[in-house]
């Protein structure tokens, strides 16, 4: 095999498998603080575990305070695919209803960039625990 030919072969099969790559999978961001990391406390982190079939996304959110004092477990996250690497999330606390919908985009190092937009039902109550913004990186 001459070498631009073999050249050619990795190129196409590196932009398959980029084209490939979506919004499947587990993404986490270590969300305590310095001091709490040097103390190596409990929690302190929050994550998507999502699911991508064709242009829907499917899956949860995790949000957990250092020291494990306040919890959202596993949020439903519904959304939707508007471009190759970005989707938009509707996230729902599981903590206490409320719901907020941001923007998701798959980064190409395989991080997962976060940020919410905007709550679109608020209780009034206590924190939903939803991850504002943050870089989560691929999980286990």
């Not at 938009?88 to 923007?103: E, K, P």
């Not at 905007?118 to 939803?130: A, F, K, N, T």
Request: glycine share 10%.
């Amino acid at each position: 095999m001459r070498i631009p030919t073999l050249i050619l072969t990795l190129l196409v099969a590196a932009s398959a498998a980029a084209a490939e790559r979506d919004f499947s999978g587990q993404w986490t961001i270590d969300i305590r603080s310095p001091e709490a990391v040097k103390q190596n406390k409990d929690c302190g982190f929050a994550s998507f575990d999502l699911k991508q079939v064709g242009d829907r996304i499917t899956g949860t959110h995790t949000f957990a305070t250092s020291g494990c004092g306040r919890i959202n477990d596993s949020g439903p996250v519904t959304g939707i695919l508007v471009s190759p690497k970005k989707a938009v999330l509707i996230v729902t606390s599981a903590r206490n209803g409320d719901i907020a919908y941001g923007i998701a985009i798959l980064l190409p190092d395989h991080d997962l960039d976060w940020k919410t937009i905007e709550y679109v039902r608020e209780s009034g109550g206590d924190s939903p625990l939803i991850l504002g913004k943050g870089r989560l990186h691929p999980g286990k």
